[in-house]
């Protein structure tokens, strides 16, 4: 079956530029949408087809991909970008999702 | 405004069954295909099943095929998630989540608060 890797954990100060990767056997051919879980709270979809923003997610947030590796990039990040961030794309008739990585600012 | 709302979850035992309920409102139901995703304790996301607009395609993860049945009433506006045969391993939040309809993949744009599966003896 198809795997997502992502790291466990990203950390970074407040103001800087995060980056979270998804790793993945040809992931370059697939569509790639990216989630942000806050504690409690429902998954909200941040990116979508690789670097589309839905209405309302700030352009701080975008999205970019290489043969092998999706990446989120959140620009000037803030303490409310806290979360579990989730990579995930459709394969041969299943969604699958990364393990997760969870965003620390501080 | 798009809302999902599931209920049905709650403590059962091992070998139980349940339904979980899936409302929507605020957009046309009978027009988007839908999802079940779990997120157990201390995991990620998992993505358990979906259902076609009309019924017509149905997909499952390889790690609950034969026990879970998703269903859809399109008249009621609702989506169905039937588990059998429970195990502890199916405790999770369960959320409900809407396709966007970009053909070729899944795109979970709206999403319900999830209901509590819990299985204990």
């Known amino acids: 079956s198809y795997e997502l890797t992502q790291p466990l954990s990203v950390s970074v100060a407040p103001g800087q530029t995060a980056r979270i990767t998804c790793g993945g056997n040809?992931?370059?051919?697939?569509?790639v949408h990216w989630y942000q879980q806050k504690p409690g709270q429902a998954p909200v979809l941040v990116i979508y087809?690789?670097?589309n923003r839905p209405s309302g997610i700030p352009e701080r947030f975008s999205g970019s991909k290489s043969e092998n590796t999706a990446t989120l990039t959140i620009s000037r990040a803030q303490p409310g970008d806290d979360a579990d961030y989730y990579c995930?794309?459709?394969?041969?008739?299943?969604?699958?999702f990364g393990g997760g990585t969870k965003l620390t600012v501080l | 405004e798009v809302q999902l709302v599931e209920s049905g979850g709650g403590l059962l035992k091992p070998g139980g069954s349940l339904r979980l309920s899936c409302a929507a409102s605020?957009?046309?139901?009978?027009?988007?295909?839908m999802n079940w995703v779990r997120r157990a304790p201390g995991k990620g996301l998992e993505w358990v099943s979906a259902?076609?607009?009309?019924?017509?395609?149905?997909y499952y993860a390889e790690s609950v095929k034969g026990r879970f049945t998703i269903s859809r009433d399109n008249a009621k506006n609702s989506l169905y998630l039937q588990i059998n045969s429970l195990r502890a391993e199916d405790t999770a939040v369960y959320y409900c989540?809407?396709?966007?309809?970009?053909?070729?993949?899944?795109?979970?744009?709206?999403w319900g608060q999830g209901t509590l599966v819990t299985v204990s003896s």
């Open positions: 989540a809407r396709d966007l309809g970009i053909a070729g993949t899944a795109t979970l744009d709206y």
């Open positions: 605020g957009f046309t139901f009978s027009t988007y295909s």
């Open positions: 259902i076609s607009s009309s019924s017509g395609h149905i």
């Open positions: 040809n992931v370059g051919s697939k569509d």
């Open positions: 087809k690789d670097r």
């Open positions: 995930q794309l459709w394969d041969s008739g299943t969604a699958v």
